[in-house]
């Protein structure tokens, strides 16, 4: 039998609880992607130009540390990875999440939540960090859909 993960990121826990929804949608174990050092708010504030959010984003080659990993990786053979839309893309800690696995003949499913940004950029952009996975259609989970969107992508 197929296991599945769903590994999130969450900046002000918007993606948190649709993360928890799709792991129970699923019956998918859940692992949150914690940074080292936590962000504050003004690290998060995307108008100020030297925010530590904004510096990370600015340098495509930043990989923010990561505090803990995942126990048994080699386990899942699906993984649904959520995070917050930044800057049209992912934030650079998935990048360092995608970086400390070996992601080959795995099967990886981007979800996201935005304010405004569709899903497009990020998913080309997590293919293109990660090449070895077989990427399956990311999706943008802003509403209620989050459990009926998981039940559907492993089941279909």
């Not at 649904?80 to 003949?105: A, Q």
């Amino acid at each position: 039998m197929s296991k599945t993960l769903v590994a999130y990121f969450s900046a002000s826990g918007v993606t948190a609880r649709v993360a928890k929804e799709v792991a129970d949608a699923a019956s998918a174990d859940l692992y949150e992607i914690r940074p080292a050092q936590p962000y504050s708010p003004e690290d998060l504030d995307w108008m100020d130009k030297k925010s530590r959010s904004t510096l990370e984003m600015n340098d495509p080659a930043c990989r923010p540390a990561i505090e803990g990993q995942v126990n048994g990786m080699d386990q899942y053979d699906t993984i649904l990875i959520g995070f917050p839309i930044w800057w049209y893309v992912e934030p650079r800690i998935v990048d360092t999440f995608l970086d400390s696995y070996d992601f080959s003949g795995k099967t990886l499913i981007p979800f996201a939540t935005s304010g405004g940004s569709g899903i497009s950029k990020a998913q080309k952009s997590l293919q293109e960090h990660c090449p070895v996975a077989n990427w399956k259609q990311g999706q943008l989970l802003n509403g209620s859909s989050a459990a009926g969107w998981a039940k559907n992508i492993l089941n279909g």
